[in-house]
Each structure stands twice: as structure tokens, then as C-alpha cells.
């Protein structure tokens, strides 16, 4: 596996292999690799030829207020973990090789970022649409793996792709779980144990609203009431939203006729969890 | 001279060129092309293997009261001057196959954006940092040209690839102007004979600002005011902006110690004309 930290040396050696013919699958992180990740790695690897893979904490996605200064960070684990998995190449750029100056340009993706995450996190997806844009056009994929755990910023950089004509495929790949059912995150090594135990409330309520929609309930409002009286039991958990939207427009639906995203967000002290699943009728 | 209709034609056929190994330079246009435009292709085929032209009048960069329906076009006139001028490949797509659904994503260049033709055209800019980002996606050129009387647009698209690492030059061409000093434009052929005539003081006022600045006055309001006396002596001419600005942020600057753009935008009628030259000291 190589490993490079500028810009013109993953161009260049990327480059090179393209020219040889080979595809390119590409895997964007913010390090402080999990399964999740590993499995992204996985797919690629099934469907590219070369598989590129960057870490890089982008502050440009943090709000003031956020966990940029302790999101948590380990390199030499990571390339360690990303070599294992079969990763080709590994682009950890330094801050200031991202955004060596003031930047003025920006990513918009309208509609689709006010609501869910977006409402507590104001510019969030202004700078996820900005980096992923940026490694797009270092990197060049023909293809580009995202967890479906995020699932609004694989809906977001979908309609991105689309709207700006990238030429590279967006491929989301399924929520990768801890045995006991919570999503993987890099953040969930912020939870104290009392927290990771009642953090399984999230999966267990996405448990009942899925068995709820099995036997036949369309109703939004019902199912959403059914997953936050499920949350609210633990003590220490504090509802950021839980909402069943429209799977393209990110919309509220009343009555879940199309394929919906029922989609959660809750903090536990300074830690705050999202998790999902899609309900399809 | 081949022509596509369709992003994926033209994809395609310029997937193929590349893998051959050819360079690709592309010269973005709204059509009804005039010498400024052909002189983009001449320095593109000097340049580049391959010269691809866009014609595409993007309803995205007009507000609501400016020109978009009555832009000039004529595809047929187009294409034969393009084929004359060496162009390999026109790239003409209907509204419909740039813009198949409502776009939710916006390229915003922000700070440069704001003044000059910015104040009276907002929007105007996001429209063209959208495009010419879709444009460069499609084509995927090594370098793409664009005409210096354009002074801002130049700016900001170069301020939009550095930032968002766009893997493409961009490279500014010279003014082109009739033999009588008027600035080449597609809009020009809205002109009446007599505001034609007093449009003139456009590139009047930028001969003497020139040869001022040449004779040692550093002083923009002195030289802005020199401009704007030339102008005013036109009865139809309306000004809105004559402007003395730091060439990269594009911010007034009051005594010119560094390269400077004197840019200004004046109105004959319904008809908006802008010209500019760089003044270094």
C-alpha cells in the first residue's frame, strides 16, 4: 500500500494507473477506521481495480461548537487496518494541503440539507459536498463507496453527482453493526459504558418500527411515537429527531406509501448517535 | 467537425479521444460566436489535440428581467464558423439534457461574486460557476478558454478550480475588438447605430485612463472619475459601475501599487456592455 500526503503525488501515481487501464474505487473517510469503513473497502475491491482510500478530518463539515478538536485520530492504526483490508492507496492529507489558503467557493446541495441532520447542523453538508468535491476531482473515481449510516449525505452527494455531472458512480453500501446492534461510528468511543448501554435504544426502537411496518403500519406519526417512547425510557438519552421522510426529497411523509427513510439522531452527554433504516412498502 | 446533442455522445466520443492519449481544450460559449470566441479555438488548437466547444445560452446565470430569451443564436452560422476555426468537436445540448430535473446543487464563489457585475446581476455568477463546473465534468479537458473582456468571470472560475482542485488550466485570452476599439460581444448586435457609435466611449475612456496611469496617476478616484466624465458626455450612455479593483479579490483599491483591473459596465438602452484592461504599475 502506498501512502501519500499531497496532492500532486496521488494525482500523479493515480494517474499513472489510469492510464494502464485500471479502475479506480474510491473510499472517503475521516480515519479512525471500523468495520464499516472495512467493508467499503470490501465492495471496492470486488468492483475496482485500484482502490484509493483518504482520511482526512475535514474541518470544513464541523461546526464551532462540534468535535473537530477531539474527533479522534490514529494514522499509524489505520494504515494498518487500510493495508490488511487490501486498500492501494492511502491519501492523508495535512490540513493546510486541502485548504492551503481562505477558500471562497463552496457546494451547495438545497432542500435536501435543511432538515434532519442539517437542522442541528448548519453547514454540515456545505462542507461535506465541498470536500467530497475536492477528492473527487484529486482522486477521479469511476466509483465512490459511502455508508448507508449517513444516509442523508448519501442522498446529498448522489444529487450532487447528478446535478453537477461528475462522472463517477455512487455506490451506498448497508450499515455495518456491532453484534449487539449498535451502527458503527467512529464517535461511539466517546460513550461511557452507561451511555453504549442505552445507546442501544436506537436500534432496538428502529427493531420495533420495522416489525410495526411489517405487520402493516403506514402510519408516520404512530411509528415515530413508537420509536421515541422507546428512546425516552433511557435516562440519558436526549432526542435530536426521529422522522420518517421521503427517501429522494428527504421530505416528512404522513403515510408511508413509496419507500421511506425512517432516520434517528440522539445524543448521549456530548456524543451524538444517528442510525436509519429504509421502510419499503 | 462532429456534433453531439447529448452528454453521453459526447462523453463518450471524448472518453475515446483521451484514451488514445490525446490533450483536450475546451472553449465554453453561449453561441453566436464572433472573432473573441475563434480567437479562444485558435489558441485551444495550438494548444491542445483535441478543441472541444460548448454552445449552451444556460438559463441559470439570467435573472429574471435580462436577456435570456432574446439572447442571440443561430446553431447553423455557429457551427460553420466553428468547423472553420479547427473546432473537432461541438458539444450543443438542448436545455433539457443540462438540466433534465429542478437542480438542487449550487457552485457558489463567494467574495468576488459580490461586486462589480455581481451587484446589479445577482445570481448571475452562481449560474456560472454551476455550468462551466457541469461543462467541465462532461468535456474533462487538461485546459479551458476564456476571453479577458469576461474579467470577473475569469476570476472567479479561476478562484472555483483552485479551490475545488478542478484537474483542468484555465487560460485567459485577450480582449478582441473591432477595428474601432469596441469590445467583441454577442450582445452587440442589439446596438442601435447611434448607441453603437456612443459605445465607443467605452474603450474611449479605458485609452485615456491607460495613458494617464502610463503618465504616473495612481489615484483610482481620479482616474474612475477621468472615465466617467468621458462617458456621461454620451446621452444614452446609463453607467453602472466604473470600477478600480485589486486583480485577485477583486475589492476597490484606492492608489494602484499593484496590478489593478479597471472594469466597467455601462447600459445603451436595454443593451449592458462591459470592457476592462489591467493596469501595472
Redesign the interface.
Known sequence: MKIFHT?REV?DHIGEQKREGRTVGFVPTMGFLHKGHLSLVARAKQECDLVVMSIFVNPLQFGPNEDYERYPRDLDRDARLAREAGVDVLFAPPVEEMYPRP??????????TQSLCGESRPGHFRGV??VV??LF??V?PQKAYFGQKDAQQVRVIE??VE?????VEIVACPIVREPDGLALSSRNVYLSPEERKQALSLYASIREVEKAFAEGERNAARLIQMSVDRIKAEPLAEIDYVRIVNRRTLTDVETIHEPALFALAVRFGKTRLIDNTLLQP
Do not use: C, F, W
Open positions: 496532492i494525482r477558500s471562497y467557493t463552496y457546494v451547495e446541495v438545497e432542500g435536501l459536498a465541498t468535491t475536492k476531482h484529486i477521479q444529487q450532487m446535478d453537477l455531472n461528475m462522472p
